[in-house]
């Protein structure tokens, strides 16, 4: 699916940062304001490290003022989460220890009953004001361990969909058309990254800015995935290439049409 690029060529993060001042800089990329600031380091040095169900309980009660949630959020000890109010969780949602949620605007949007697990990071940092960046999971997902999701470009991940442990999706790449220039003064483009419903991405698969997987596809374990995967398709390799189609499922029969009265009723 071809999508229209956005293009940012504002100053890379070091620019930035020596622009704005290092203190700035550094607040702005943790929090919405330093109030907020404040209040949510304060919550995670109290109740970040606590473990087992005490810490859970306790980060489900008190991360309601930082977050927004449909209702308690399952949280394991020492997972990060940079720009709270940014992040948005359905109900049920597991996030185990380690994980790491950076939600620069427009956030990230995680749907019931998702899980994230160990050491996975979903990251949106949009200094350079992409409009539409962000991460939004479906329902009923699973990511499995040290995942990377960068969603610069915009990330789309649709229900029941499955992750393996490493998988990447990089929706950003960098603008290299100068060689009289370093890679990271020439700008950012991006185009997004979309995973349909039901969808499996083996362990290890990279899929690069401006894809689309097809619903219930499938991508082999260690795949470079450079252009789009139709729909029930089998891909592997580097870059990856499809080698079959999986067999789409029959759409619902029809019910039948009601039966008449029997014996017919000559009044009512």
């Known amino acids: 699916m071809e999508r229209k690029p956005v293009i ?30 404040v209040l949510e380091q304060t919550l995670f040095a109290l109740l970040g ?11 489900a009660l008190a991360y309601q003022v930082i977050l927004s949630s449909s ?18 969780l359905g109900r049920q949602v597991y996030l185990d220890h380690g994980v790491y949620l950076h939600a620069c605007p427009q956030g990230i949007f995680i749907g019931d009953r998702t899980f994230v697990m160990h050491g996975s990071e979903l990251h949106v940092y949009n200094f350079r004001g992409l409009s539409h960046s ?52 020439q700008g950012i483009i991006a185009r997004g990254i979309q995973i349909g419903d039901g969808a499996w991405i083996g362990a290890g698969a990279i899929v690069l800015d401006g894809v689309t997987v ?14 789009d995967i139709p729909p029930f398709a089998v891909a592997v390799g ?20 009601p039966m008449p009265e029997y014996p017919p009723r000559l009044w009512r």
Do not use: K
């Open 49 to 59: 490290g606590i473990p087992g169900l005490v810490g859970i309980g306790l980060r």
């Open 238 to 257: 580097v870059p990856a290439r499809v080698i079959r189609q999986r067999e789409v499922p029959p759409a619902p029969p029809e019910p039948p049409p």
């Open 134 to 185: 962000g991460i939004w999971v479906g329902e009923n997902g699973f990511i499995g361990e040290f995942c990377l999701i960068r969603g610069q470009g915009g990330v789309h991940i649709g229900r029941s969909v499955l992750l393996a442990p490493r998988v990447q999706l990089l929706a950003v790449e960098h603008i290299f058309r100068d060689p009289s220039r370093p890679v990271m003064e």
């Open 71 to 88: 209702d308690w959020p399952v949280i394991e000890d020492h997972v990060r989460l940079a720009q709270p109010a940014n992040i948005h």
């Open 8 to 37: 940012s060529r504002e100053a890379d993060a070091a620019a930035v940062a020596a622009r704005e001042g290092p203190l700035r800089y550094y607040l702005r990329g943790q929090s919405t304001s330093l109030a907020r600031y």
């Open 214 to 227: 097809g619903e219930g596809a499938v991508v082999g374990a260690g795949a470079v995935v450079t252009r």
